[in-house]
């Protein structure tokens, strides 16, 4: 069957990166005739490359597109992650997990959590880490499928990759090439729009090519060449919520084996990043510079590395907000391009993937319906919006009042749908949910409790359960501690399922 007579012809795709690749991936895996797919980038111009820590709904991105775990894990030099372990946020000195998964399984019509609270309150003193199979792992430095009988502890966890996001930019060229995917080099030196309806028309290289498309995908990151440069789309600044505006980022040697999870450390001005993959640790330093220069961040960053630094500091600016419209007449926007949150819990690669999996799920012809492009930018800035509030809640739950940056979180005002959520919480320790949530109960449970939000009371109807969960709470203790022993190390298993080639 052949196209429509408005089917769109020509896509082009204006930047490289992770956020160019996968989706020049995503849409050869998806248009498989009638459509021609073309990427411009510039080796010249580099990217930020510094995304290397992920969260779950990676995996399904990858088994769309029909890509091997072990080959991904390879290629990439990537290991495993079970979550991130948030050093002095809550407190200087004081430790806690986010997980990936959940804290046990439901054994009651009330949330589990409600019983740790209520043991707590009769003087039980186990910690809610402890209740979680991700962090019996982590900490035990092991890793080991999921398993996928539902009666098991080890099926109450999930995982994401941290991996070499320059090596995964090449890894899906490689794919996209082999799917017809045709690779510019060369930098933009304009942009054409259309007289009529100021769509944009073609764009002309360095070296005076033309090139024209029916539609364009904006990668081009934070310039947004498309977006902004061409089309005057507008941003909103988030500075006054999230007020981080710089990082410095830094690879070095290992010196232990790769851990399963993501660290990060609160520091005065913002917050240190520790990303472990089979070749090297990624570091960074996020952080505001109203209240710390650059050359203070990076030298508080080399004080604080593992080993010994194998690249020169990297510094980047940037301002945390999203444009006012993702998709703007024929152009969308994705990763950088789009908006820019910090790193803080792994959603600069996702929200590269949930724009490409929205624009395949509302995909335009050559009309543009309005209406298409009005849900896309509705979607697009629930979920971003989303992921700011639970950004937003480590920062203002924090009780540290020790530097400029940390007091000035402590008295600022919050987005009203944050602030209804901490105050359920605060109350009865419910998790309310709100559409475009990203990060389910558990994650917010874990900032909650892990930052000292401890509810006023447990859930009224807790009271006439006439259940004791210390009992239960005990075993699945047990139960994780017994599993977490029999599993192999993480080091090991990576060894044996996809251990990368590497350069001594």
């Known amino acids: 069957m052949e196209p429509r007579a408005n089917a769109i012809r020509s896509i082009l795709i204006v930047g490289g990166g992770s956020a160019g ?3 020049a991936a995503a849409l050869a895996n998806s248009i498989r005739t009638g459509c021609s797919i073309t990427l411009v980038e510039s080796e010249a111009i580099g990217t930020v490359g510094v995304g290397e820590a992920t969260i779950p709904p990676i995996r399904s991105f990858n088994a769309s597109l029909g890509i091997d775990e072990r080959d991904f894990l390879k290629a990439t030099k990537g290991t495993f992650k079970l979550g991130i372990e948030f050093v002095g946020w809550g407190r200087i000195g004081h430790r806690y997990f986010h997980p990936f998964g959940s804290y046990g399984r439901a054994f009651d019509i009330i949330d589990p959590h409600q019983y740790w609270l209520r043991a707590r309150e009769a003087g039980d003193t186990s910690p809610l880490d402890d209740h979680c199979m991700a962090w019996h792992l982590s900490r035990a430095g092991k890793f080991s499928h999921p398993s996928q009988n539902p009666r098991s502890v080890m099926s109450t966890f999930e995982y994401a990759y941290h991996f070499d996001a320059s090596l995964y930019a090449g890894f899906l060229r490689t794919y996209s090439e082999a799917r017809g995917v045709s690779r510019v080099e060369g930098k933009i030196a304009s942009v054409a729009l259309g007289p009529e309806n100021g769509h944009v028309e073609s764009i002309r290289m360095e070296d005076g090519r033309q090139l024209k498309a029916d539609f364009f995908i904006d990668c081009s990151g934070f310039r947004g060449l498309l977006i902004e440069g061409a089309l005057g789309t507008g941003y909103n600044d988030w500075t006054h919520w999230l007020p981080c505006d710089r990082a410095v980022a830094v690879q070095c040697e290992p010196v232990e084996a790769p851990l399963p999870y993501t660290r990060s450390t609160a520091r005065e001005a913002g917050w240190q990043w520790r990303i472990p993959l089979q070749h090297r640790v990624g570091n960074g330093y996020v952080y505001c510079s109203q209240y710390l220069s650059d050359t203070a961040a990076t030298d508080t960053l080399l004080s604080h590395l593992d080993g010994a630094p194998t690249t020169e500091p990297k510094l980047l600016r940037f301002t945390t907000g999203r444009r006012k ?17 910090e790193p803080l819990e792994s959603t600069s690669i996702h929200l590269i993937q949930s724009g490409i999996t929205k624009l395949l799920a509302l995909f335009p012809d050559r009309d543009f319906d309005p209406a298409v492009i009005a849900e ?4 697009s800035s629930n979920e971003i919006e989303r ?3 639970f950004l937003i809640l480590h920062y203002k739950l924090s009780e540290r009042r020790d530097t400029e940056l940390w007091k000035y979180c402590a008295g600022m005002d919050i987005p009203d749908t944050l602030a209804a959520k901490i105050e359920h919480f605060s109350r009865y320790g419910r998790l309310v949910q709100r559409e475009a949530d990203l990060f389910g109960p558990a994650s917010w449970l874990a900032v909650h409790i892990g930052q000292f939000n401890l509810p006023r009371q447990t859930d009224p109807l807790s009271d006439f359960r006439g259940i004791d969960g210390r009992d239960w709470l005990a075993k699945l203790r047990a139960a994780m501690a017994a599993e977490t022993d029999r599993q192999p190390s993480h080091a090991d298993f990576l060894r044996e399922y996809c251990g990368a080639d590497i350069a001594v």
Do not use: C
């Open 387 to 389: 992921i700011r509030d």
């Open 376 to 379: 896309y930018n509705r979607l």
């Open 325 to 341: 419209a993702f998709w703007s007449r024929n152009v969308v926007a994705i990763g950088l391009s789009s908006g820019f949150l």
């Open 21 to 23: 690749w996968m989706t």
